[in-house]
T-cell receptor, first 112, second 113 residues
Framework: DSGVTQTPKHLITATGQRVTLRCSPR?????VYWYQQSLDQGLQFLIQ???????AKGNILERFSAQQFPDLHSELNLSSLELGDSALYFC???????????FGEGSRLTVL | AQSVTQLGSHVSVSEGALVLLRCNYS??????LFWYVQYPNQGLQLLLK??????LVKGINGFEAEFKKSETSFHLTKPSAHMSDAAEYFC???????????FGGGTRLMVKP
């Protein structure tokens, strides 16, 4: 158990819809990272937050947004969903950066 | 920008055989390098990391990796494969500026009985 909790574990929705994925980091970790894993794109970094502030942005689409709340949990919002957004979305957290990210078990999104 | 390349998206070995998973990196500064493992239906977990101390790094489950600057490589090895090693393995490099990890494409290790 990494200590990182992601909900929901599975989500099935239709094209054009909007979903929110939630992540609770390990206790005390200030950084939260979101990654997308798909068969064709591999593991892609989306965005990082540190103590509520956006720290780094990767290959995140404009239809996607994220935020980190004062209690340090984070949400990834995916809107106007397309079939190609079907993927496993991982949240990870870290404390003082040592290179070790602690990953949740992921949220599997299926867009039909 | 830093990047890693993993040679071979699939590697198959027999149980008891040597495991060798290849990773080459590109970095303009001394890198921090990592190997993560992903078991089926699970998130990634850290196997080992290189942070400019010893060039031979030992990790969990009998894995180790050697940092070779001259070859810009950080290959992962295990002397004797076990069935439980079947998983996907990711090499990653640390982005000094953004505190994020950039992952390679992954290598799926299959272990035959």
């Amino acid at each position: 158990d990494s200590g990182v909790t992601q909900t929901p574990k599975h989500l099935i929705t239709a094209t054009g819809q909007r979903v929110t994925l939630r992540c609770s980091p390990r206790s005390g970790d200030l950084s939260v990272y979101w990654y997308q894993q798909s068969l064709d794109q591999g593991l892609q970094f989306l965005i990082q937050y540190y103590n509520g502030e956006e720290r780094a942005k990767g290959n995140i689409l404009e239809r996607f947004s994220a935020q980190q709340f004062p209690d340090l949990h984070s949400e990834l919002n995916l809107s106007s969903l397309e079939l190609g957004d079907s993927a496993l979305y991982f949240c990870a957290s870290s404390g003082v950066f040592s290179g070790e990210l602690f990953f949740g078990e992921g949220s599997r999104l299926t867009v039909l | 920008a830093q990047s890693v390349t993993q040679l071979g998206s699939h590697v198959s070995v027999s149980e008891g055989a040597l495991v060798l998973l290849r990773c080459n990196y590109s970095s303009s500064v001394p890198p921090y390098l990592f190997w993560y493992v992903q078991y089926p239906n699970q998130g990634l977990q850290l196997l080992l990391k290189y942070t400019s101390a010893a060039t031979l790094v030992k990790g969990i489950n009998g894995f180790e990796a050697e940092f070779k600057k001259s070859e810009t490589s950080f290959h992962l090895t295990k002397p004797s494969a076990h069935m439980s090693d079947a998983a996907e393995y990711f090499c990653a490099v640390h982005d000094n500026a953004g505190n994020m990890l950039t992952f390679g494409g992954g290598t799926r290790l299959m272990v035959k009985p």
